[in-house]
């Protein structure tokens, strides 16, 4: 008899500003993706490795933050980036699993190249040093109005609000025009979706979007 073939690894990734609602659609769409079957690795960036946590507690909770340069930000990102590419997504790819990455290179390409204005050439070679050629199948930005992004913020549980967080609305409309322009060049690739509908109806969106590159 043949061999069943494998199911092709999948990386998703989902952007958009602060607040837009990334964490919650990430996980309805990993219950829908285990309920046929699929195997789903989460991760998130800077973050997903032991490395990259440490990392990342640098680049949003250090007490000196807000001295960091932006190509300080934008090598730690990346350099988070590359250790989860290598230990984590890599691998679950090769297993046929599904990654399901809250952020990705995009949001260099966005926060540090757009928001922060550095050259876009430096920020490209960088984010592709890390990545390799592990690129996304899909992304999907939650796209949210500045107001809300920053409302949605405010209304958080106790938490203090990290370095990013902290940043002011200009930044953030920055943020936004970024992910739309990277949808115009990427139109195949990336997908903007409304943030401002309820989560049962972005549920249905993300999973219009993602069933179909499945196969």
Not at 22 to 27: E, L, N, P, Y
Not at 159 to 173: A, C, G, K, V
Request: with cysteine; charged share 25%; net charge neutral.
């Amino acid at each position: 008899m043949p061999n069943k073939s494998k199911p092709a690894g999948k990386l998703i990734s989902f952007e958009g500003s602060e607040g837009s609602g990334k964490s919650t659609q990430i996980a309805r769409l990993a219950a829908h993706l285990q309920k046929i079957g699929r195997e789903v690795v989460a991760t998130r960036e800077p973050g997903g490795t032991e490395i990259g946590e440490q990392i990342r507690n640098i680049i949003v909770h250090n007490s000196r933050g807000d001295e960091m340069c932006p190509e300080t930000e934008l090598l730690l990102f990346t350099a988070a980036r590359a250790q989860v590419v290598r230990e984590v997504i890599a691998p679950a790819l090769q297993r046929g699993a599904v990654v399901l990455s809250d952020r990705y290179l995009d949001s260099s390409t966005v926060y540090q190249g757009i928001a922060r204005n550095l050259a876009p050439g430096p920020v490209s070679e960088i984010n592709q040093f890390a990545v390799g050629n592990v690129m996304p199948d899909l992304t999907i930005v939650i796209d949210v109005p500045t107001e809300v992004s920053l409302a949605r913020i405010r209304q958080r549980a106790s938490d203090l609000p990290d370095r990013m967080e902290r940043e002011n609305i200009s930044f953030y409309t920055k943020v936004r025009e970024g992910y739309l322009l990277l949808a115009k060049q990427w139109p195949g690739r990336v997908v903007v979706l409304d943030g401002t509908l309820t989560p049962d109806q972005l549920d249905q969106l993300v999973w219009a979007a993602v069933e179909p590159r499945l196969a």
